[in-house]
């Protein structure tokens, strides 16, 4: 029940957009995002709750369509410290699953000059 | 605020060893969670406690255990090592288990088994 990221990797020039996506097969209650630089501990993002509430980073937004269980990532004007590896996290709506964050296999980012 | 903490932060053992990683949760969280992190794959979910009782395993042999103390700071124990134990473990504390509490992780302990 890992959810699955696409795409797997993106090279961006500086000041470019990106659009992240991670989609699940079951019904979610959040999903949290967070980026992973090289030898690092992976940071938190954002964090999205069933019902349209977000919490998060202020340059960087995201959406979540809980009917079906899919959730974006907005990068917009990129700049070179936003690469990394970025991980979708969710959260199952039901069951014992409730609380614990299963996640995708992430995204690289790679930003250049 | 000191953030989590984990020790050991490297550690090299023999298959069939027992392994013991440790992790301090920041001051305040009551949750505890336990990542497998293979390199260039996301971090895979081992265990969670909250208030010291198991709320979660994932998908992993009865040869992984944890348990959660009374200062909320947590123990991974991990039996008849093998090869493919091999990873950075991340250990991740939270104010309360999912919803709007976001994970802190800690640097990980890189686990290498020969």
Partial sequence: QQPVQSPQAVILREGEDAVINCSSSKALYSVHWYRQKHGEAPVFLM???????QKGH???SASFNEKKQ????YLTASQLSYSGTYFCGT???YGGSQGNLIFGKGTKLSVKP | DAGVTQSPTHLIKTRGQ????RCSPISG???VSWYQQVLGQGPQFIFQYYEKEERGRGNFPDRFSARQFPNYSSELNVNALLLGDS???LCASSLVPGGWSPLHF???TRLTVT
């Fill in chain 1, 58 to 60: 202020d340059k960087i």
């Fill in chain 2, 87 to 89: 990873a950075l473990y």
């Fill in chain 1, 70 to 73: 899919q959730s974006s990532l």
């Fill in chain 2, 29 to 31: 969280h009551k949750s």
């Fill in chain 2, 18 to 21: 027992h392994v013991t990683l």
């Fill in chain 1, 91 to 93: 959260e199952g709506a």
């Fill in chain 2, 106 to 108: 800690g640097n990980g």
């Fill in chain 1, 47 to 53: 964090i999205l709750l069933k019902g349209g509430e």
